[in-house]
């Protein structure tokens, strides 16, 4: 859930993503999905891999990562 703050801000945030938690570093109503550059707002975001600090819109988008990482490997 957001803080006071963050629901009042507009734009893209920049958010630190950790193992099940985030932290909102620059205040924003999104973030973009990595995989397709879609706009997922905070409310909204469930999928984010702390490793490679990046969001995903989908599970789908989270499978397609992992697969192109396995490929770069």
Request: proline residues 4%; contains cysteine.
């Amino acid at each position: 859930m957001l803080g006071r703050f963050e629901r009042s801000a507009s734009g893209e945030a920049t958010v630190e993503y950790g193992d099940g938690t985030m932290r909102v570093v620059k205040p924003g109503r999104f973030v973009r999905c990595a995989v397709t550059g879609a706009p997922i707002e905070l409310d909204a975001l469930r999928y984010w891999s702390a490793v490679y600090q990046e969001a995903y819109a989908t599970p789908e988008a989270v499978m397609q990562r992992l697969r192109e990482r396995a490929v770069e490997v």
